[in-house]
């Protein structure tokens, strides 16, 4: 490219370049220099169209609005209902199966395992990768796979199937870093918050629904209706999820495991929010799995039926998901998670107090524990996904694999403690953990330095949680900012040219 030579060289006649030409060369430069990625996808998979809607353009940040998160939400409600549906027809699969029931206790240990592996393999895969194609990818591979569920003949093969669908079911775990890039930093905790409702929606009416459909029909329909289900959320998802870039371009995949051990280890307010988020889930597994016990026994003697009706009272407690989302938005995260606790302690402890006694008790516990540790876990995800934008897959997948341990610690201590001690040693045994997560959040205050572990000493940078996430705003947002500078940029750089070349017209007429 030809430059804008020195005022001291007038260049002759002869020589001379259009005006226009010299500012479009020199404004390309610049452009070239300063502008973001703005590869434009137009297909997924290299033969996909992406609808024109819904690929990814810089200049024009695509809009978040409540209708793509109720999408996240449903789309995550029915991926994780996935892992649930079993859970209700064992003794239906041992009887068409003809094996016994501790043969096929293994099918939700399988499922579970599967999503592990997920969590760990697949949905770092979120910081890599544009996620758009991620998800459709892997709706389509559960859909597939749940193909065969209701198909096969035998145990072995129902199993092995059921683990695949297992891995394959991280979709909502792909969805919630994206609904945190995409929704503005002011209501991120709102768009969180249903996107997680979703999620809990589908653990609590997979066992429901299972349920009533194996009482009047087989239980192969449950899964035949799954199949519809998740081919239905994946066109719904083609048409609805816009595309978006990778986040970190020349990362390797060993690079992201990497990175997401390392942060698991050297991030004070991600171990501190790992602590407090797998022992929340810890209490909150421990509660639902014995309160079944519980209902069944004296002096409550409830059916199977009416039990399983309580979980009626958890889907109130999840419909409250966008009220939450608001309140955790107005507020400081690590503020937001301490009345979380603390309202948990509470219900908690009516139910130490009186769940044996009164039922009226237990479906006020029932209520308060579903609406507590929902508003910890969207305040948690919050408060971490703020320390690294570019990171908010692994960083996800970190809290995930906590609240995986919180639900092997909740079943393993909760059920060995109420079968040998009662009902009242198992919700103190919840009250304990609570007060002591109390005192994890109290040892490492609000808006400590970022690399301190234990303190309440404010940070000398100014990182006002509000300030900050201004600071690490969506990448959306940062699109536009960079998209309006590269404009102010470009309108001095012509006006800067228009005068050089005045100053050469002026310099050739002297000379």
Known sequence: ?????????????????????????????????????????????????????????????????????????????????????????????????????????????????????????????????????????????????????????????????????????????????LAADLAPPESRAAALSIVLSGLLLGVLVARVVAGIIANFVTWRVVYYMAIGLQYTVLLLMYWMIPDYPQNNEGLTYLG??????????????????????????????????????????????????????????????????????????????????????VGLLVFQSIQTGAGGINVAAVVIACFGIDVFRQMQQVSLTTSVFGLEPTARSRLNAVLLIAIFVGQVIGTTAGTKIFTEHGWRPAAAFSVAISGFCILVMLARGPDTPRYTWVGWKRSQEGNDYKDEEKATASPSAAEETEASSLEDRSQSLVEGIDAVMRAQEVASGMS
């Open 256 to 341: 992201i495991l990497w990175t997401m051990a390392k942060y698991a280890v050297t991030e004070p307010l991600l171990v501190q929010a790992v602590l407090v988020n797998m022992l929340g889930m810890a209490t909150f597994t421990n509660f639902w799995v014995t309160l079944t016990f519980l209902l069944g026994g004296p002096p409550y003697n409830y059916s199977t039926l009416v039990i399983g009706l309580f979980g009626l009272v958890g889907i109130l407690g999840v419909c409250t998901s966008p009220l939450i989302g608001r309140l955790v938005d107005k507020l400081h995260p690590w503020f937001s998670t301490m009345i979380s606790i």
């Open 1 to 177: 490219m030809s430059g804008v030579p020195p005022l001291s060289s007038p260049m002759n006649s002869s020589d001379q370049m259009p005006a226009e030409d010299t500012k479009l060369d020199a404004l390309n430069l610049v452009v070239s220099r300063t502008q973001v990625d703005t590869t434009h996808y137009r297909r997924d998979f290299g033969f996909l169209p992406i609808p024109k809607r819904l690929q990814h353009d810089p200049n024009r940040p695509f809009k978040w609005t409540l209708t793509l998160n109720i999408v996240f939400g449903v789309a995550s409600t029915f991926f994780a209902a996935n892992l649930y549906y079993c859970q209700p027809l064992l003794i239906e699969l041992a009887k068409s199966f003809h094996v016994t029931n501790a043969q096929v206790s293994n099918i939700p240990t399988l499922l579970q395992a599967g999503y592990a592996v997920g969590l760990l393999l697949i949905s770092p895969l979120g910081d890599l990768v544009r996620r758009r194609p991620l998800v459709l990818i892997l709706a389509f591979i559960s859909a597939s796979f749940t193909i065969g569920l209701p198909l096969v003949r035998s145990v072995a093969a129902f199993e092995a199937l059921s683990f695949l669908v297992g891995m394959a079911s991280v979709v909502p775990q792909i969805l919630m870093p």
